[in-house]
């Protein structure tokens, strides 16, 4: 039998691992990882430049320094599996005084997550920088591992269930662990290759960037997959002590 501070425990982790994994599963499918906020363009200066990086951004060959310089220019927002600009719905929007803004968006293929990245975004001949590489390859691959854990951390604790069995909740508690940690790393990895970014290429001016939202979420989901290991930790451990402590007693 189970005590009851031991099933409320149990209770709060799988609501925390819940949470945990809906943030990070919507963080995962959003594209508002980071966001650039560009000045607004006015007359005809600059129109048909602005025109040619969008066609080039929706329809063009993969280019880090192309999509890049659109994603400056046209209030771009970016995450993990999706790059996207903010463009008018008119084609001679420059002529209204506030044109109504849609969003564009183009996903990144798998064969692009791993196409390598250069010291000079767009120049191949400037050799392959290997960190922002490895940055964007792991940004890419720990958050499905992350998810993988948790699945595979709810497919044990349901047969545990099944069993009528607390022994595996150590395991469970270990698997979260690493889901969070694996988490955090994606976020880390994520900041740190957009910071190596912005060191080789050149902002124009007046052009912000900001964390978006989707960032966020990731960040929250790591703590709570590691309250919710925690939570299973303790309780494993405490049930077991408490199990041992009661064979003993009825064995003396």
Same mark, same amino acid.
């Given at each position: +039998?189970?005590?009851?501070?031991?099933?409320?425990?149990?209770?709060?982790?799988?609501?925390?691992?819940? #949470?945990?994994?809906?943030?990070?599963?919507?963080?995962?499918?959003?594209?508002?990882?980071? %966001?650039? $906020?560009?000045?607004?363009?006015?007359?005809?200066?600059?129109?048909?430049?602005?025109?040619?990086?969008?066609?080039?951004? +929706?329809?063009?060959?993969?280019?880090?320094?192309?999509?890049?310089?659109?994603?400056?220019?046209?209030?771009?927002?970016?995450?993990?599996?999706?790059?996207?600009?903010?463009?008018?719905?008119? $084609?001679?929007?420059?002529?209204?005084?506030?044109?109504?803004?849609?969003?564009?968006?183009?996903?990144?293929?798998?064969? %692009? %997550?791993?196409?390598?990245?250069?010291?000079?975004?767009?120049?191949?001949?400037?050799?392959?920088?290997? *960190?922002?590489?490895?940055?964007?390859?792991?940004?890419?691959?720990?958050?499905?591992?992350?998810?993988?854990?948790?699945?595979?951390?709810?497919?044990?604790?349901?047969?545990?269930?099944?069993?009528?069995?607390?022994?595996?909740?150590?395991?469970?508690?270990?698997?979260?662990? #690493?889901?969070? *940690?694996?988490?955090?790393?994606?976020?880390?990895?994520?900041?740190?290759?957009?910071?190596? &970014?912005?060191?080789?290429?050149?902002?124009?001016?007046?052009?912000?960037?900001? &964390?978006?939202?989707?960032?966020? &979420?990731?960040?929250?989901?790591?703590?709570?997959?590691? +309250?919710?290991?925690?939570? #299973?930790?303790?309780?494993?451990?405490?049930?077991? %002590?408490?199990?041992?402590? +009661?064979?003993?007693?009825?064995?003396?």
């Amino acid at each position: +039998m189970v005590d009851n501070r031991y099933a409320t425990a149990l209770v709060i982790s799988c609501v925390l691992s819940v #949470l945990a994994t809906v943030y990070l599963s919507v963080a995962v499918g959003t594209q508002h990882w980071y %966001q650039y $906020t560009s000045p607004p363009v006015r007359g005809e200066a600059n129109i048909s430049e602005l025109r040619s990086l969008h066609d080039e951004f +929706m329809d063009g060959e993969f280019d880090e320094k192309t999509y890049s310089d659109t994603l400056f220019r046209l209030n771009g927002t970016i995450g993990l599996w999706w790059r996207c600009v903010l463009v008018p719905s008119h $084609t001679h929007w420059y002529k209204e005084s506030d044109p109504t803004m849609v969003m564009k968006c183009v996903s990144f293929t798998l064969t %692009q %997550q791993f196409t390598p990245k250069y010291k000079e975004p767009g120049n191949h001949n400037s050799g392959e920088d290997m *960190l922002r590489t490895y940055l964007w390859r792991c940004q890419f691959l720990l958050p499905l591992i992350s998810l993988g854990l948790v699945v595979l951390a709810g497919l044990i604790g349901f047969c545990a269930c099944l069993c009528h069995s607390l022994t595996p909740t150590l395991g469970i508690g270990m698997i979260h662990l #690493l889901a969070g *940690l694996c988490t955090l790393a994606t976020v880390c990895c994520y900041l740190a290759g957009m910071d190596l &970014l912005h060191r080789v290429s050149v902002l124009p001016d007046k052009v912000d960037g900001s &964390l978006g939202w989707s960032l966020y &979420l990731a960040l929250i989901s790591s703590p709570l997959h590691m +309250m919710a290991a925690a939570l #299973l930790v303790w309780a494993a451990r405490s049930h077991s %002590q408490n199990y041992y402590r +009661m064979t003993a007693y009825r064995v003396a």
